[in-house]
């Protein structure tokens, strides 16, 4: 939850309100999130670079990515993109799920539209929380 709350303090941060940058740090220093991990309702993929978490995506209830974050050294190096792509074939594959939903915050909305995500309505608040829900439909 380290690498999920400094890349948001970096890149989510300056587009929240003090109440969102607050909930969202009650959100990831949860012990009821990390129950929640060990309950599997929460499923966590993570990149690692030479034993070092450099990127992480999770999954609620195994069809809504819930965090999806990269250490800022490794921006634009696709560490994202194949989280993404792995989490996309297991989903399927795995799962048998069809769908995948995310909360897009601001700074994520055009990396998802680039995925082939499609807004399911525009930007929304939510206890200070902004971003916009989307869905990106699997292919089996």
Request: with cysteine.
């Amino acid at each position: 939850m380290k690498l999920a709350w400094d890349t948001f303090v970096r890149f989510d941060a300056p587009d929240y309100s003090q109440e969102g940058i607050e909930n969202f740090y009650k959100f990831v220093n949860d012990d009821m999130l990390r129950k929640m991990f060990v309950a599997g309702h929460y499923q966590l993929f993570v990149a690692v670079d030479n034993d070092k978490y450099v990127g992480m995506l999770s999954l609620r209830e195994k069809k809504h990515i819930s965090l999806l974050f990269v250490d800022e050294r490794y921006h634009k190096h696709g560490v994202a993109s194949a989280l993404l792509a792995f989490v996309c074939r297991y989903a399927v594959t795995e799962e048998g799920i069809d769908r995948l939903t995310v909360n897009a915050s601001p700074y994520a909305v055009e990396f998802y539209h680039k995925k082939g995500f499609k807004d399911l309505q525009g930007e929304t608040v939510a206890d200070g929380i902004r971003f916009t829900p989307m869905e990106l439909l699997l292919k089996n």
